[in-house]
């Protein structure tokens, strides 16, 4: 189901944007290829990517420094910081992909998103 989030303009450039839709909270990125839309969670341990870093069409996690695809949730990069502790971590938590979400904007510049 699509879920009307905000207006264009509403969104700050290359930066996360975060909402609650249906529950979930997810971030909508918007840059200068389109609006992306993710969970909020970063699969590495479900630490909030809305205080990340947005370079491109990459989101990197402010707190174990894994990086993703915005576009397609791909892994970048795995989490790699603090580089002792992280490596015990991630003895647990292998590598996952970032959930993405479809994104529709309408002639009125309206975002829906589908969960």
């Known amino acids: ?9 509403q969104l700050k450039l290359d930066a996360c944007n975060p909402f609650t839709a249906q529950g979930k909270k997810i971030n909508l ?6 609006v992306f839309a993710f969970d909020n969670k970063c699969p590495h341990m479900g630490l909030p990517l809305s205080v990340g870093k ?5 989101v990197e996690c402010r707190f174990h420094k894994a990086r993703f695809d915005i576009s397609s949730g791909e892994v970048d990069q795995w ?3 603090p580089p002792v502790l992280v490596n ?3 003895l647990v938590c292998k590598e996952k992909s970032l959930t993405t979400y479809p994104v529709q904007i309408n002639e009125a510049g309206e975002i829906f998103v589908s969960l």
């Open 88 to 90: 015990a971590i991630n």
């Open 1 to 9: 189901m699509s879920e009307r989030i905000c207006h264009i303009d």
């Open 29 to 34: 990125v918007r840059n200068d290829q389109g």
């Open 54 to 58: 947005v370079e491109g069409n990459t």
């Open 79 to 81: 989490a790699n910081f």
